[in-house]
């Protein structure tokens, strides 16, 4: 086995062990290793990338920008071990990557944000921010199925909510912690007291006893991020983000209680409402914890191998 192969069987590894299945990218990986060693290339460049990447022949550009893809990422990974390495452009196909980086929410920001949102006028819209905010901070559900809830929906006494406007039409119930159903029970009494004859049947209102809407709520949440010092002219976190986060919470619990990350991906999947897990891997971003807790039980395994 040459250093390449080596490097590339425990880089499949880590990845996997977070979760990422990596099925044709790992074919394909150990075709651009076997094509490295047989140019006689200690290390990957970029020309060398692209050059492979363009090998296979009557297919799209896409198949083309696929594979620099799964070379990219393993490019990062050897620029670690190698400085020599070079990690190829995002953009030579045309192809760049659309999804914006996540801003991953520490639990202390969280706390922040539920504070900040609590100084809003008048007392409502105060109270429902918060409320909104938690919730999708602690379940990891989208915004648009969060302000779609209809009071009906929320069942306070199982503790579970049922998500009728999910993404692809797929209805799905979610389980909620006490502390979050205590949480809402909370909201639903002060929303009752505050406006009494709401003019619509959604669990969360605005300050005018109506449904709110996606734009207005994202437009607090930027005021409010900005004012705390998140938002920068480079960093934009996203309420989006906030379920990006709790994917990488999720799978930092797990790996700390030490339980089988892979079997309970099904159950992460499902949880945030998509189709199959391959959806889910999109959320789970390396965070530095995330990694160093896999590559400790990465090692730790191996070591119980041998």
């Known amino acids: 086995m040459s250093a390449l192969a080596g490097h590339l069987a425990d880089y499949l590894a880590l990845r996997r062990s977070l979760g990422f299945k990596l099925g044709w990218q790992g074919t394909d990986l150990a075709g651009l290793v076997a094509y490295l060693d047989a140019a006689g290339a200690p290390t990957l460049t970029a020309d060398l990338a692209i050059a492979w990447a363009r090998l296979p022949q009557g297919v799209q550009w896409l198949r083309w920008a696929h594979r ?117 029970r909370a909201y639903a009494a002060r929303r009752d007291r505050l406006c009494p004859v709401p003019r619509v049947g959604t669990f969360f209102l605005s300050s005018v006893g109506t449904a709110l809407l996606a734009n207005g709520v994202q437009h607090t949440f930027r005021g409010l991020t900005q004012a705390l010092g998140l938002r ?18 999720t799978l930092i619990d797990w790996h700390r209680a030490d339980a089988d990350v892979e079997a309970r991906l099904a159950v992460l999947s499902t949880y945030l409402g998509h189709v199959n897990p391959a959806g889910t891997y999109w959320y789970l971003s390396a965070a530095p914890e995330l990694t160093e807790l896999a590559a400790a039980r990465l090692a730790l395994g191996a070591g119980r191998s041998r």
């Open 232 to 249: 920068t002219a480079t960093v934009r976190p996203r309420l989006h983000d906030l379920r990006h986060s709790f994917a990488v919470r």
């Open 68 to 184: 620099l893809g799964a070379a990219r990422g393993f490019a990062r990974y050897l620029a670690a071990i190698d400085e020599a390495t070079e990690v190829p452009p995002p953009d030579v196909f045309g192809a760049r990557q659309t999804r914006p980086d996540p801003y991953l929410w520490a639990p202390g920001e969280v706390v922040r944000l539920l504070s900040a949102a609590r100084t809003l006028r008048p007392p409502l819209r105060a109270t429902t921010h918060e409320a909104l905010f938690g919730l999708l901070a602690v379940s990891g559900m989208r915004l648009g199925e969060a302000i779609a809830l209809a009071r009906g929906d929320v069942d306070l006494t199982a503790g579970v909510l049922l998500i009728r406007e999910a993404k692809f039409d797929r209805a799905r119930l979610v389980p909620l912690h006490p502390s979050a159903v205590d949480a809402l």
